[in-house]
């Protein structure tokens, strides 16, 4: 901390967004709400790509994705090639995606989970690190699918 | 039922991938099984590619990707803008991917949740339909970034 922290949802989300903007805002780190700001209906495809262009292009070291259950929303940051998106619930899957697949965005279900464990999820996501090593080629791999060979 | 179901998983997950596929063709689904078949460690985004393809072609209807958290294949299969891949740990957000998303992949983290827990969430995915409607332009867009306004 501090961090450059990207944060997007759909309407279906944007209260969880605010609280988890101001909240990270508040432990210091620059926080760039990307939207949605109200309960108007939106497609959560345009909030993903915003997110994993934010941080595609450094603009932000992390994302949070966020809409209502998570997936649609997830979908769309794991579009843009440099961006790695771990959908979860729960901060157990939220270390091991940082520790094995050097994740840079988070999703979130907001009407899936709470509050509290959002905060939580988020909190060890970016508390959490890379471990490389066996994990890096794979990595390299997610941004550069030609070098997958089946 | 029966469907064509494309399943791979990497070496943390080749177990629970051979029992589903077991257990998918004992109910008449034909399964295409992508491999990998034993322990040797291989690279996840190989597997979640052969899967996005697989279901990106139309020669599997579904798909089903595996690694030990189920996040790096779920990363992978979204590499393909065909796919849309749908990480979960429970039926709810199964069905929800489907009904909402019209996700095509479901993943699954072979380390995180257990084999009755697995083959819940796979049955209510195959077994539940999209949506439509408000949902269909918001899928559209996962296909299409283009078609994404910011």
Redesign the interface.
Known sequence: MPYRIAIASDHAAFAMKAELADWLREQGNEVFDLGTSGPE?V????YG??VGHAVASAKAEFGVALC??G??I???V??V?LA??????EP??AR??RN??D?NVIAL?AR?IGIEMAKACVMTFINSSFDGG?HA??VD??SH?ER???
């Not at 790695?84 to 619930?89: E, N, Q």
Request: glycine letters at 8%; one cysteine or more; hydrophobic letters at 30%.
């Open positions: 209906s497609d959560y495809p345009d790509y915003l209502g259950s997936i649609g997830s979908i769309a794991n579009r090639p790695r998106c771990a959908l979860v619930s157990f899957s091991l995606a094995h697949n994740a279900g899936l066996r080629n794979r791999k997610l699918p997958s060979k089946p």
